[in-house]
């Protein structure tokens, strides 16, 4: 039988599994994907223990964390192509020489 504790194990595991791909990766699109799967792992566990303590809080406040990450991926993704037009790259250690 699947608990409450089997998914905030799984929440754990997908946050940190998103924490190391934005310390480690280079790739701007590959950071981005890694923090939506940061924020879905935080919504895993708000709705696993929304349903486990019985009232709705949690599963509304998922609705305003998934609108936050489409804002987040929308503006993301704009900056990445304007970034790409610039200078032909998406790796995240060439943002630097957009300075003036």
Known sequence: MVTVYHYLVLSAILFSLGTLGVLTRRNAIVVFMCIELMLNAVN?????????????????????????????????????????????????????????
């Open 44 to 100: 895993l566990s708000f709705i696993s223990l929304s349903s486990f303590l019985g009232n709705v809080d949690g599963q509304i406040f998922v609705f305003f964390v998934m609108t936050v990450a489409a804002c987040e991926a929308a503006v993301g993704l704009a900056l990445i192509i304007a970034f790409f037009r610039n200078k032909e790259s998406i790796e995240v250690d060439e943002v630097s020489l957009l300075k003036w």
